[in-house]
C-alpha cells in the first residue's frame, strides 16, 4: 500500500511561481516512476510530466515544457513539481501519482496509486 500527499498548491498571479510536493509513504518510494496529473473543472485528467525511480529521465507535457520541472528526492520519499511562468489556463487540481509500468504512456490508466490533489490558482 503506498500512500500519495501533495502540498504547495495556492493563489498565485500570472507569471508566477510554485513548487508542489508530493510526500509519499513506505519505503519503496525509490523502485517507481512517478508522475503529475491536473484537472480542471469540466475538462478530463491531463499527464503533466512523469519522472523515473532514479529521477533521471523525465517526460514533460509540451503544454507545460519550458515551464514546469519535475524532480525527486528519493531520500525524503518526495517528489516535486516546479512550476515557473504560470498561465491562468495553468489553473487546476494537480495530482502525484505511481506509475504500473514506465514514465512513457501517459494515460491515467497507467498509474495506480493517487493523491488527494492540491489546488493551484492562477490569476490573470
Known amino acids: 500500500q503506498v500512500q500519495l500527499a501533495e502540498s504547495g498548491g495556492g493563489l498565485v498571479q500570472a507569471g508566477g511561481s510554485l513548487r508542489l510536493s508530493c510526500a509519499a509513504s513506505?519505503?519503496?518510494?525509490?523502485?517507481?516512476?512517478m508522475g503529475w496529473f491536473r484537472q480542471a473543472p469540466g475538462k478530463e485528467r491531463e499527464f503533466v510530466a512523469a519522472?523515473?525511480?532514479?529521477?533521471?529521465?523525465?517526460v514533460i507535457s509540451n503544454s507545460v515544457k519550458g515551464r514546469f520541472i519535475i524532480s525527486r528526492d528519493n531520500a525524503k520519499n518526495t517528489m516535486y513539481l516546479q512550476m515557473n511562468s504560470l498561465k491562468p489556463e495553468d489553473t487546476a487540481v494537480y495530482y502525484c501519482?505511481?506509475?504500473?509500468?514506465?514514465?512513457?504512456?501517459?494515460?491515467?490508466?497507467?498509474?495506480?496509486?493517487w493523491g488527494q490533489g492540491t489546488q493551484v490558482t492562477v490569476s490573470s
Open positions: 513506505g519505503r519503496t518510494f525509490s523502485n517507481y516512476d
Open positions: 501519482a505511481r506509475a504500473r509500468s514506465g514514465i512513457y504512456r501517459q494515460s491515467p490508466s497507467n498509474y495506480d496509486y
Open positions: 519522472i523515473n525511480w532514479s529521477g533521471g529521465n523525465t
